[in-house]
């Protein structure tokens, strides 16, 4: 069975950074691709951050440069480094599968960023 935990967020204030974790069991780190996604209140979750597991990357252009996404296969575990965070980052953070497909969605972790 698919589960993931997220961890790290919390409130920062413009120009902070925060590191987010997602530690994951039954057998998901197995498939292709792994992501970031978020959601803000009353907007459609999207996907931010996404990482093969050759290592390849893809950044939306709202975080490129500012985000970094890397993986631990040796500890099931996906990371999201973020930097120079801007009020408009606000949201609820989720990690999961490339496209989204195995498991359901974990709780999140909530960044808050303050201007």
């Known amino acids: 069975q698919v589960q993931l935990v997220e961890s790290g967020g919390g409130l920062v204030q413009a120009g902070g950074s925060l590191r987010l974790s997602c530690a994951a069991s039954?057998?998901?780190?197995?498939?292709?691709?792994m992501g970031w996604y978020r959601q803000a209140p009353g907007k459609e979750r999207e996907l931010v951050a996404a990482?093969?597991?050759?290592?390849?990357?893809y950044y939306d252009d709202s975080v490129k440069g500012r985000f970094t996404i890397s993986r631990d296969d040796a500890k099931n575990t996906l990371y999201l480094q973020m930097n120079y965070l801007q009020p408009e980052d606000t949201a609820m953070y989720y990690c999961?599968?490339?496209?989204?497909?195995?498991?359901?969605w974990g709780q999140g972790t909530q960044v808050t960023v303050s201007s």
């Open positions: 990482i093969h597991t050759g290592g390849d990357t």
């Open positions: 999961a599968d490339v496209p989204k497909s195995l498991g359901s």
């Open positions: 039954g057998g998901i780190f197995s498939v292709n691709a």
